[in-house]
């Protein structure tokens, strides 16, 4: 009947080799200079907004103090999801940091939703803001915030969890930007509305990239392939082997980022098996996976030709 054979190969998943756990395990380091840079903006920017009045500024403090409980969260998700495997949970709590991105998404959501709405509200009432004041908190924002961001830069290609933080902290940077000019416009001009625009501005740069970290968490929550990983090519491969006749039940996901997992039922000749054995037959499959495709752990079937119409239909 069929071999089941469980393979995990020995690509680099997540941060520097040698680092163990999760993607974003690596990065908890750097996650937690990045919470205490936020906890210092936050309180610079409710000081900066209570002395000038500034929408924007405020809009801002807001913005990181998401940034603060996004980050502190991302740091929970990673304790949580390096956490032993049971037999309850086989997979431990690796999902646990993509549930902390989605989270992520909804805080950053919900407060460019407060910021537009503040925003509406300032159009029809405008308010006196000193343009030098904005100016200093915003600068001082944005020094913070690059320091931030230089910190994630690299976590965030492998991480979600990473990404969602690192989104944050890009859309405050962004809004430290809109601040300054702002400000400037109205030390320039005295058009004190460039302040109620700066803080459309940052809620309109929190939207997007928020929608599409959501998507990202939601594949992989939805069990979706991964993006880098073409499904068809990767039958094409297998059945290209010497010996498959067939393949079905070819399954692509991801438990968390820099973990995908592969299992397939693969058909092969009675002949290839007598001649070369089961060990051979597997070791080409593991070989034709890891030469060109990254996959952190796979699992295959090997059976004969008609086993498939005996399953249970449970286990297609």
Not at 65 to 78: C, E
Not at 199 to 221: C, G, H, M, Q, W
Request: with cysteine; hydrophobic share 50%; proline share 3%.
């Amino acid at each position: 009947m069929g071999a089941g054979h469980n393979h995990g190969h020995q690509h680099h998943h997540g941060g520097p080799p040698g680092t163990p756990g999760t993607a974003g395990a690596a990065y908890a380091g750097r996650l937690r200079w990045a919470l205490a840079l936020a906890c210092t903006l936050l309180v610079a920017q409710i000081v900066g907004a209570a002395v000038t009045g500034s929408l924007a500024l405020l809009a801002d403090a807001g913005h990181v103090a998401t940034d603060s409980v996004g980050v502190a969260l991302a740091l929970f998700a990673i304790h949580v999801a390096n956490r032993p495997a049971s037999e309850r949970r086989t997979f431990g709590f690796a999902r646990m940091e993509i549930l902390a991105a989605l989270v992520n998404c909804l805080l950053l959501l919900g407060v460019g939703g407060y910021i537009a709405f503040e925003a509406v509200a300032r159009l029809r009432e405008p308010a006196e803001v000193p343009g030098g004041l904005t100016v200093l908190f915003g600068a001082v924002g944005l020094l913070l915030n690059l320091v931030a961001l230089a910190l994630l830069m690299r976590g965030q290609r492998e991480s979600l969890n990473v990404r969602g933080a690192f989104l944050e902290v890009l859309a405050d940077a962004l809004g430290s930007v809109a601040v300054v000019i702002a400000a400037l416009v109205i030390i320039t001009t005295g058009w004190q509305q460039a302040d109620t625009i700066a803080s459309l501005v940052i809620a309109a740069l929190i939207v997007p990239r928020t929608v599409k970290l959501a998507r990202e968490a939601l594949d992989v929550l939805l069990e979706a392939a991964p993006k880098d990983v073409r499904i068809a090519e990767v039958r094409s491969h297998i059945l290209e082997l010497p010996g498959v006749a067939d393949l079905h039940d070819l399954h692509v996901w991801t438990i968390t980022s820099g973990m995908p997992v592969l299992s397939a039922h693969v058909v092969v000749d009675q002949d290839t098996l007598d001649a070369i054995g089961h060990e051979r037959m597997l070791h080409d499959l593991q070989n034709c996976l890891g030469e060109h495709f990254d996959v952190a752990h796979c699992t295959f079937q090997l059976e004969p030709r008609g086993h498939a119409a005996h399953e249970a239909g449970l286990c297609h």
